[in-house]
T-cell receptor, first 114, second 116 residues
């Protein structure tokens, strides 16, 4: 595997379900990001982790819970979501959040909340 | 706060022609970076080109060039010799340093369609 991978690619869940999105980067990077992409809106940064520490929570509702067990893996735990949370969730990584600025993105998870 | 504006929701270009995608930005930072990403229908964001605010020359990467006009705060993407595979969504973004580190701010994107 190379680059940034995300699983699952598609997810349909009910509002009472609990599910998790997984992101893995094979680039030796130290920073990882979660973005939300809704139709006709700019990408919204949700969370940033640098060296496994959360450095940014962009006022994300608590029904989204991130986890970063190591620099290569990032999870987004989902529970009691709302239909308006349906979107493409993109994971990205970069060397770190200080010097390097180019971010590499995964293919995204298309989430539908019924 | 940083802001990226892309005023063209959709663009059409004929194959082999050149096309310019517009991007203007607003920031109070002295040092920043400007990026263009391509997003095909598959969803993945593909990095195309980068321009640093202190770079004097416009960035070029193959068929992509960035027309950087600092005084006008614009960073337009020029794609030369368009190909059918260039049909995708294109996002302009800029980096800025906040208390939490470097962040990217994205525009709303331009949907490019290349026609025969």
């Amino acid at each position: 595997e190379t680059g940034v991978t995300q699983t699952p690619r598609h997810l349909v869940m009910g509002m009472t379900n609990k599910k998790s999105l997984k992101c893995e980067q094979h680039l030796g990077h130290n920073a990882m990001y979660w973005y939300k992409q809704s139709a006709k809106k700019p990408l919204e940064l949700m969370f940033v982790y640098n060296f496994k520490e959360q450095t940014e929570n962009n006022s994300v509702p608590s029904r989204f819970s991130p986890e970063c067990p190591n620099s290569s893996h990032l999870f987004l735990h989902l529970h009691t979501l709302q239909p308006e949370d349906s979107a493409l969730y993109l994971c990205a990584s970069s060397q770190d959040t200080l010097g390097s600025i180019e971010q590499f993105f995964g293919p995204g998870t298309r989430l539908t909340v019924l | 706060a940083q802001k990226i504006t892309q005023t063209q929701p959709g663009m059409f270009v004929q194959e082999k022609e050149a096309v310019t995608l517009d991007c203007t930005y607003d920031t109070s930072d002295q040092s920043y970076g400007l990026f263009w990403y391509k997003q095909p229908s598959s969803g993945e964001m593909i990095f195309l080109i980068y321009q640093g605010s202190y770079d004097e020359q416009n960035a070029t990467e193959g068929r992509y060039s960035l027309n950087f006009q600092k005084a006008r705060k614009s960073a337009n993407l020029v794609i030369s010799a368009s190909q059918l595979g260039d049909s995708a969504m294109y996002f302009c973004a800029m980096s800025g340093f906040t208390g939490g580190g470097n962040k990217l701010t994205f525009g709303t994107g331009t949907q490019l369609k290349v026609e025969l």
